[in-house]
């Protein structure tokens, strides 16, 4: 069975606790919308943030809202290594065993001593997707990218929620390797 859907490349960013916020921005700071991302609820903030890593410092990482339960940074491999930290690759919020770092905004600055992750390739379904492609949630597929980079993604996680929008996300160093534009259509085999 195959069927299409879009791609997206994510770049690093930073999720935020309202905690971390408050102490980076100041006591009841709330975030700017600067634009609405793919997935509903989701959106691109003005605010950032500088990471300071054992190695080196990422400045001007954007944070992404609303607000989360906790703090998260996703990362390439890359940067995980000019940061000075091994990589780890995690499905989103889970953060067991995962190195940390400084993160630093304009009114202070936090010591965060999990939650940098490399974010697995997964693809976000809402409900009515997952039953007409034939997969629920937390199955693994692959996906096949076509083009003069063709390759084919294995161990790319579902995510199925109502909440959802059909789109699936590598991080934007796997999708330069495979040629991928936001907005490409790739296949998911089955």
């Known amino acids: ?47 950032k943030v500088d990471v300071v890593g054992p190695k080196k410092t990422i400045k001007g990482v954007r944070i992404l809202g609303p607000v989360r339960p906790d703090t998260q940074l996703e990362v390439s491999i890359t940067d995980a290594f000019a940061l000075g930290v091994s990589p780890v690759v995690r499905n989103s919020g889970d953060m067991t065993d995962t190195p940390g770092a400084k993160i630093v905004g304009p009114k202070g600055e936090v010591e965060i001593n999990k939650g940098i992750i490399v974010a697995a390739r997964h693809i976000h379904m809402h409900t009515s997707d997952g039953e007409e492609f034939g997969v629920k949630d937390g199955e693994i597929v692959s996906i096949k990218i076509s083009g003069p980079r063709g390759l084919v993604f294995d161990n790319v996680l579902v995510r199925v929620n109502p909440n959802y929008a059909l789109e699936m996300h590598v991080d934007v160093e796997e999708g330069n390797a495979a040629g991928i534009r936001n907005g490409d259509l790739v296949d998911i085999i089955i």
């Open 1 to 47: 069975m195959k069927k299409t859907l879009p791609i997206a490349l994510s770049n690093r960013h930073i999720h935020i606790s309202q905690e971390d916020l408050d102490t980076l921005f100041g006591e009841g700071y709330e975030l700017t919308k600067m634009k609405d991302l793919s997935q509903p609820g989701q959106y691109a903030c003005e605010e």
